[in-house]
């Protein structure tokens, strides 16, 4: 599927790159010199806190679950509003980097439906989830992407991992760690790609999900994809691989099917439940927000299903 109209330049035309001075990196990230330094040398620089993985509206915690429910959260680093603006900054900046058609998040203009969507004319199916992605993509990765690709001074690439990393790795709830934690790990991206490509294949990466397909998708070339992600550092949520042959494929949340985009059923399922409690409801705040919901879902089946 082709990407929505943005213009994106070359890695050599962004305004990261080939930074010399941290004077110059400051004007880049539009901050004093004085405030950089102040953010540097911060104590507390992140407000932890854990989320329900299957709730997005169940209250956050200020303190670790119990042991016996830690596999149920997600743990969040909150950067302070001074260090999230900073970060904000990285994060627009490096999205305007042209990336790979195989990257489709965090990519603007390009949806988990246009993900989805690369796979629509391919009948067989693997779907790969890497575990722990953002805690696994090392400082020494992002120092390594600062000072070998983007070309910038020794004393600058150290500014940046400093505001973009914590405890040497990249943290969870970082506005640029998403876009870093593919910068981070090109390389390995780029051989995965050569890879699937190389077997004649399609390949798609939604930040930590991996969907390769085609008319067939060889055991021998998961394989070899696999020990480049092994080689890197990484492993696999074994729970979470699939492979399917002439099936419906659940990619990123959006059934493909027969040369299609469908809504799953369980979404469906939400928008007649939706339409039970419509009927019911008698407090107006109360249908108002049903009805809200209401309009969402099928706003995100029209989006779907009209995709191709």
């Known amino acids: ?3 929505k109209s943005f213009r994106f330049h070359k890695i050599e035309d962004s305004a990261l790159f080939n930074v010399s001075t941290r004077k110059k990196l400051a004007n880049v990230l539009m901050c004093s010199l004085p405030l950089l330094k102040a953010v540097e040398g911060l104590d507390v620089r992140y407000k932890k806190r854990w989320k329900r993985k299957d709730s997005d509206t169940a209250p956050w915690l200020t303190q670790p679950p119990p042991p016996d429910q830690a596999t149920q ?11 999230k603006k900073l970060q904000a900054r990285i994060a627009d900046l490096l999205s305007r980097i042209e990336t790979p058609p195989f990257l489709c998040s965090p990519v603007k203009g390009v949806s988990y439906v246009d993900n989805a969507g ?3 004319n391919n009948r067989a199916f693997w779907l790969l989830d890497i575990a722990d992605y953002f805690p696994n993509c090392s400082a020494d990765r992002v120092a390594w992407f600062f000072g070998t690709i983007m070309k910038c001074a020794p ?3 150290a500014v940046l991992v400093s505001l973009t990393t914590d ?3 990249l943290p969870q709830g970082s506005p640029c760690s998403p876009i870093l934690a593919y910068y981070s790990n090109m390389k390995m991206w780029h051989d995965v790609a050569t890879l699937v490509a190389g077997a004649g294949c399609i390949l798609s990466v939604y930040a930590d999900d991996i969907t390769i397909s085609g008319k067939t998708v060889p055991g021998s070339l998961i394989w070899q994809v696999k020990q480049v992600i092994f080689r890197n550092g990484f492993k696999l949520k074994h729970e979470k691989e699939l492979s399917l042959m002439a099936s419906p494929a659940d990619i990123t949340g959006v059934i493909v099917r027969d040369g299609k985009l469908k809504l799953p059923n369980r979404q469906h399922k939400k928008i007649v439940d939706l339409s039970k409690q ?10 108002a927000k049903i009805e809200s919901q209401i309009r969402g879902r099928l706003a995100q089946r029209r989006q779907i299903e009209e995709a191709i």
């Open 167 to 169: 405890m040497n790795r």
């Open 73 to 83: 959260y997600r743990p969040i680093d909150i950067p302070v509003d001074q260090l």
């Open 118 to 120: 690369r796979h629509v």
């Open 1 to 3: 599927m082709p990407r």
């Open 155 to 157: 004393d600058v690439t």
């Open 278 to 287: 419509q009927k019911i409801a008698t407090d107006t705040k109360l249908l």
